[in-house]
T-cell receptor, first 113, second 107 residues
Framework: DARVTQTPRHKVTEMGQEVTMRCQPI?????VFWYRQTMMQGLELLAY????????DSGMPKDRFSAEMPDATLATLKIQPSEPRDSAVYFC???????????FGDGTRLSIL | DAKTTQPPSMDCAEGRAANLPCNHS???????VYWYRQIHSQGPQYIIH???NNETNEMASLIITEDRKSSTLILPHATLRDTAVYYC????????FGAGTRLAVHP
């Protein structure tokens, strides 16, 4: 079965460091979503792209977070500088435009010390 | 904010059908009903979706009321591996997750 691949699976770093999370969407999918999950807030949509163009990043803290799609096979989410409150599991999902369902990766578990 | 209401938790005996309800009274004409589940700390897993007709696949059945204001996900023969948080979401493209229902399947 085709899968969304996220790397790294786990990341522990000190506050102030730059963090880059990567996502390889399912081949042929043209929409990519970034989510964050914490115990307090649940699953939150941070941003999504269609055909590599950002469509909505209203859920993302703009001052330290950035999301890009350098090409159709790679999406990145960067945090600079990182803070302890950014500790969470970050999920990437991909899908086709319209009503077709999204499919999620296994996430990046991020801990900022 | 999530636009659905689900019970926070449910129990089901192994081998029995699990019926998970969801209210979505504010659903609009082009919004679909999606169900996902999340097992422990894995990524959410797509289960099924529908617009107005009932749907069935190898995992589950989705029953949508005629007025589309509520739906039920049916797992026909629950197993211990079906223990998870189940999310009912309405939307089109952009999905907003709520708190879901924590389903516990017991022997």
């Amino acid at each position: 079965d085709a899968r969304v691949t996220q790397t790294p699976r786990h990341k522990v770093t000190e506050m102030g460091q730059e963090v880059t999370m990567r996502c390889q969407p399912i081949l042929g999918h043209n929409t990519v979503f970034w989510y964050r999950q914490t115990m307090m807030q649940g699953l939150e949509l941070l941003a999504y792209f269609r055909n590599r163009a950002p469509l909505d990043d209203s859920g993302m803290p703009k001052d330290r977070f950035s999301a890009e799609m350098p090409d159709a096979t790679l999406a990145t989410l960067k945090i600079q500088p990182s803070e302890p409150r950014d500790s969470a599991v970050y999920f990437c999902a991909s899908g086709l435009a319209g009503y077709q369902p999204q499919h999620f990766g296994d996430g990046t578990r991020l801990s900022i010390l | 904010d999530a636009k659905t209401t689900q019970p926070p938790s449910m129990d089901c005996a192994e081998g029995r059908a699990a019926n998970l309800p969801c209210n979505h009274s504010t659903i609009s004409g082009n919004e679909y009903v999606y169900w996902y589940r999340q097992i422990h700390s894995q990524g959410p897993q797509y289960i099924i979706h529908g617009l107005k007709n009932n749907e069935t696949n190898e995992m589950a059945s989705l029953i949508i009321t005629e007025d589309r204001k509520s739906s039920t996900l049916i797992l026909p023969h629950a197993t211990l591996r079906d223990t998870a948080v189940y999310y009912c979401i309405i939307g089109y493209n952009k999905l907003i997750f709520g708190a879901g229902t924590r389903l516990a399947v017991h022997p």
